[in-house]
C-alpha cells in the first residue's frame, strides 16, 4: 500500500480520480497538457482509507454520521465529534516519514525550503455530475515537514464539515464511499488572483467570467470581499461587460510571520482594476484550453505572481449549468422600482418576506418561501438556504459559498450587493431575480409565456439524424443526465458502482455473497435504465485497471504492472476471471428478466474476435439468449478497427469507440507523460482514417456506431463524425445540448451540398 500512499502529481492524470481525487487528478491532468501548475505531490486516498481502516476508528467515524442532517445542531456535533476522532488520532510512521520526504525533495527542487497550500481533495470532487468543490478545506502558507502533517490531518478532517456531511446525505452519496486525498503543492505568493468559468455557470452562455482581487484568492473563495466582475465573448475575444467594485481588503503571506494575514488594500488600489486586458484574454486562452481537453466548461482558479507569471491552480467541471432552453411557461418580475443590484449568481426569480440573518441564532426565523438576507452564507446555513425561496448577501462573487450553494439547490440568488442587509428590513416583500441580480420592490411577478428564448440558441432535441447519447459513470447522475434529452446513454460505466463498493469482487465470491454483489450492480444499472426507458442504455463491462482494485479490501492479490493501461483490464480480466465475469452477466441477466430490454451489453479493450466468441460462450453458459441480447464492443485499440469486419462476422449490434485509449495506442503516447503528452491528439490523420474506415464498414453491414470517448465533444470533431456518417455521439451531461447543436448544423450543411449537388445534375 505504501508505494501508492503519496505521488507526484505530475506521475497521475483524469483517469486517477479514485487515488488522487478531483482536485489532484485535475492538476495531473492540467500538467499533462503543458499549462502552468505549480510543483506538487498528493497523498491519496488510499493513504487516507488505510489510516481510518489501520487505526481501528472507520467505524465509529460512519457511526456518528447517522443523523438527520436537517437539524442544525446535531449536524454540528457529528461534524465534531468526526473532526476529533481523526485529529486525535496518532498518524502512522510509514506515512508520515514517507509524507516527510516527499516534501523534502519538493524543496531540494526548489532551492529551499518552500511554502505551500495543502488542499483537500475528496474523491467524489468536482465530478461532470456533482460538485463537492470548497466543501474541504485548505491551509495556506504552510512551512516545514511537521506543519505539513497537521495540515493534511486537517484537510482529512474537514471531509466532516458540516456542508460536505449534508451535501453527501442530500446527493445520495455514501460517506463510507468517499474518501480524500491531499494536495501539497508549492504556494504562488498571488499579488492578483481569482477564478474564472469558461462559460456562463448558470446559463452555459459562451461568454468567460473571470473574478479577481488583490493578493490570494482566499478573499473571494470565502466570499469576504465583492471582486471585480469581467464577462469576455469568446467568439469576438472582447471585453463585453467588467464591475469593479471597491475591495477594501485582501488575503497576503505576513513578510515577518509568513502566516496568511488580512490586510487592509492601499488606498491607491481599493478602487483600481486588478487585471489587465493583456491579463484577462490570457486567462481566456488557458480556459478554453482546459475546456477543448476535457470537452466540458470548466471553473478554474488562478494566481498571477510578482513577475506577471500566470499558474493555472485548480480547474473542475462547472456543474450547475440548467437547461432552460425551451419555451415554458414561467415568472417574470414586472419592471418595477429597482432597489439593489449585484452579480446574478444563481438563475430564476422569486418573491417573498425578507428574514436578515445576522448570526447563526437567528436561522430558525427562515421559513420556506422567505428570502434569506445576509452579510455572506456558511455552511451552518444550508438547512435555512434549502428553506428559502431566494438567497441574497452584500458580499461574495460568483464562486463564494452562497453561490455555489443556491446553483445546487436550484435557489435564485443575489451576492455582493454590499447593503442588502442593512438597506432591507425583517417582513419586507421583495422579488429576486437571480439572473441579471436585481432585487425589486414588493411583489412583482406575474405569470407570462416566453415569448424568446433568452439563454441558448436553438433546443436541437430529437429532431437530428445523429442520435446524440449521454455517457454517465455514476448512478447517481441518471435524473440530471436524463433531463438533457439525451436519446439515450452510450456508456454507463460499471467500474465506478464496483470501486465504490470499497470491497474487492473476489472477497464477495469467497465469503460466499455473489447475490449481494449481483444486486448491487442491478441496483446501479436499474436506476439509469429506469431513468431513460426505453431509450437504449449501453452498459460497458469491468474496465478498471489492477492499481485501483489494489486499494480495495481483498485487492492484496492483485498484480502489480508497470502499466496498469496496456495490462490486465478490460475483457481480458473478464476471459481469465470467469468467476466475476459471470457474477456481471448474471446481472444483467436479471435485469432482462424484469424487463429492461433497453440494456445492451458493451465489452471494452477488445483485440481479437475470438475474445468476443469465448465471451458469448459465457454469455451462454450463465443463460443468456443471444437472439435477444443487445451486444456491442468499444473500438480501444487499432486490432479492432483494422479488422473491424472479423468482428462483424461474428455477430455484433453495434460498436464505440473510445477515442482516449484508441489515440494512446495509435500513436504509442502515454497522454499522462509529461514529456510526450503534447503530441497527443485524437484529430491525428491515423485515428480519424480509423474511425471513417470502420464507420464505412459498419454502415455497409447495418451495424450501429458510436462514439464515447472525451473526443465525441469537441466540435470540431463531432463534425468529421457526423460526415462520415456516425450512428450517435455520446457526450459527457454538460456537453449534450452543445453537441446535439453541433450535430444539427453539421447535418443542415451536408442536406444543403446534396441538395445543391443533385441540381447541378438536373440542370446538366
Not at 509568513?258 to 490586510?263: D, K, L, N, S, Y
Not at 442588502?420 to 417582513?427: H, N, P
Not at 449501453?538 to 493501461?565: C, Q, Y
Request: aromatic share 6%; hydrophobic share 40%; net charge negative.
Amino acid at each position: 500500500m505504501l508505494e501508492k500512499s503519496v505521488v507526484w502529481l505530475q506521475d497521475v492524470g483524469s483517469s486517477d480520480l479514485r487515488l488522487v481525487g478531483g482536485k489532484g487528478a485535475s492538476l495531473g491532468e492540467m500538467m499533462s497538457i503543458g499549462l502552468p501548475v505549480p510543483p506538487s505531490f498528493a497523498v491519496t486516498a488510499m493513504a487516507f482509507r488505510a489510516f481510518i481502516d489501520d487505526t481501528g476508528i472507520a467505524d465509529r467515524l460512519f457511526k456518528a454520521l447517522e443523523i438527520d442532517v436537517n437539524d442544525t445542531r446535531v449536524l454540528k456535533e457529528a461534524e465534531n465529534a468526526a473532526k476529533e476522532l481523526i485529529l486525535m488520532t496518532e498518524m502512522p510512521s510509514k506515512l508520515k516519514e514517507k509524507i516527510l520526504d516527499y516534501y523534502d525533495t519538493m524543496c531540494k527542487n526548489e532551492g529551499g525550503e518552500v511554502y505551500v497550500a495543502v488542499r483537500s481533495s475528496a474523491t467524489a470532487e468536482d465530478l461532470p455530475d456533482a460538485s463537492f468543490a470548497g466543501q474541504q478545506d485548505t491551509f495556506l502558507n504552510i512551512k516545514g515537514g511537521e506543519a505539513v502533517i497537521d495540515a493534511v490531518k486537517r484537510c482529512w478532517a474537514s471531509l466532516y464539515n458540516s456542508r460536505a456531511i449534508f451535501y453527501r446525505i442530500e446527493h445520495n452519496f455514501n460517506h463510507r464511499e468517499v474518501d480524500i486525498s491531499v494536495v501539497i503543492q508549492k504556494m504562488v505568493d498571488s499579488k492578483k488572483a481569482g477564478v474564472m468559468f469558461t462559460r456562463d455557470p448558470s446559463t452555459g452562455a459562451m461568454t468567460s467570467i473571470i473574478e479577481a482581487s488583490w493578493g490570494l484568492g482566499e478573499a473571494i473563495v470565502s466570499g469576504s470581499v465583492s471582486p471585480d466582475h469581467y464577462v469576455v465573448d469568446r467568439s469576438s475575444k472582447k471585453i463585453i461587460n467588467q464591475m469593479i467594485p471597491t475591495k477594501d481588503k485582501m488575503y497576503i503571506r505576513d513578510p515577518e510571520t509568513r502566516e496568511t494575514v488580512v490586510v487592509p488594500v492601499p488606498q491607491g488600489m481599493r478602487d483600481a482594476r486588478v487585471l489587465t486586458d493583456g491579463e484577462i484574454m490570457k486567462l481566456v486562452e488557458f480556459g478554453e484550453i482546459v475546456e477543448d481537453h476535457y470537452g466540458i466548461a470548466q471553473d478554474a482558479e488562478w494566481g498571477i505572481d510578482e513577475a506577471g507569471k500566470i499558474y493555472m491552480l485548480q480547474s473542475r467541471p462547472i456543474t450547475t449549468i440548467k437547461d432552460v432552453s425551451e419555451p415554458s411557461e414561467s415568472s417574470e418580475p414586472v419592471e418595477e422600482e429597482i432597489i439593489l443590484v449585484g452579480l446574478g449568481a444563481a438563475p430564476g426569480i422569486a418573491t417573498g418576506k425578507v428574514k436578515i440573518v445576522r448570526k447563526i441564532d437567528e436561522l430558525p426565523k427562515v421559513e420556506e418561501g422567505d428570502i434569506m438576507v445576509t452579510k455572506m452564507t456558511t455552511p451552518d446555513m444550508v438547512p435555512a438556504m434549502k428553506r428559502a425561496a431566494a438567497i441574497v448577501t452584500d458580499e461574495g462573487g460568483l464562486t463564494c459559498h452562497a453561490a455555489i450553494v443556491s446553483r445546487e439547490l436550484s435557489t435564485p440568488a443575489v451576492v455582493g450587493t454590499k447593503k442588502a442587509t442593512s438597506l432591507l428590513k425583517d417582513k419586507m416583500i421583495i422579488t429576486v431575480d437571480g439572473e441579471k441580480g436585481k432585487i425589486y420592490r414588493g411583489s412583482l411577478i406575474k405569470e407570462k409565456v416566453h415569448e424568446e428564448v433568452k439563454v441558448r440558441p436553438v433546443s436541437y432535441r430529437h429532431i437530428t439524424a445523429t442520435e446524440v447519447k449521454v455517457n454517465i459513470s455514476i448512478p447517481e447522475a441518471a435524473e440530471k443526465a436524463a433531463a438533457t434529452g439525451a436519446d439515450g446513454v452510450g456508456l454507463l460505466r460499471i467500474e465506478h458502482m464496483i470501486l465504490g463498493l470499497n470491497k474487492h469482487p473476489s472477497l464477495y465470491i469467497a465469503e460466499g455473497k455473489e447475490d449481494e454483489y449481483i444486486n448491487e450492480l442491478v441496483k446501479g444499472i436499474k436506476t439509469v435504465a429506469d431513468a431513460f426507458y426505453p431509450k437504449p442504455v449501453w452498459v460497458r463491462t469491468l474496465d478498471a485497471p489492477t492499481d485501483e482494485f489494489r486499494s480495495m479490501k481483498g485487492g492484496d492479490d492483485e498484480p502489480i504492472e508497470h502499466n496498469p493501461m496496456l495490462g490486465w483490464r478490460g475483457i481480458r480480466r473478464d476471459l481469465t476471471y470467469t468467476e466475476h465475469f459471470k457474477l456481471e452477466l448474471g446481472a444483467f441477466k436479471k435485469l432482462f428478466e424484469l424487463g429492461y430490454r433497453n440494456v445492451g451489453i458493451m465489452l471494452p479493450l477488445v483485440q481479437h474476435p475470438s475474445e468476443v466468441k469465448r465471451a458469448k460462450q459465457i454469455m451462454e453458459e450463465v443463460g443468456l439468449d443471444l437472439e435477444t441480447t443487445t451486444l456491442g464492443i468499444m473500438i480501444e485499440t487499432p486490432a479492432a478497427a483494422i479488422i473491424i469486419e472479423e468482428f462483424l462476422d461474428v455477430g455484433l449490434d453495434f460498436v464505440s469507440f473510445g477515442t482516449n485509449d484508441l489515440t494512446q495506442y495509435t500513436l504509442a503516447i502515454d497522454r499522462n507523460n509529461e514529456n510526450v503528452a503534447k503530441l497527443y491528439n485524437e484529430r491525428h490523420p491515423a485515428v480519424m482514417k480509423l474511425i471513417e474506415y470502420v464507420i464505412g464498414v459498419c454502415r455497409e453491414r447495418g451495424v450501429m456506431t458510436s462514439i464515447c470517448g472525451q473526443a465525441g465533444s469537441k466540435p470540431e470533431i463531432v463534425k468529421k463524425l457526423v460526415e462520415f456518417g456516425i450512428s450517435s455521439i455520446s457526450a459527457n451531461i454538460d456537453a449534450v445540448d452543445a453537441v446535439r447543436h453541433t450535430v444539427a448544423i453539421e447535418e443542415q450543411k451536408l442536406i444543403v451540398e446534396l441538395v445543391r449537388s443533385n441540381r447541378g445534375l438536373i440542370d446538366k
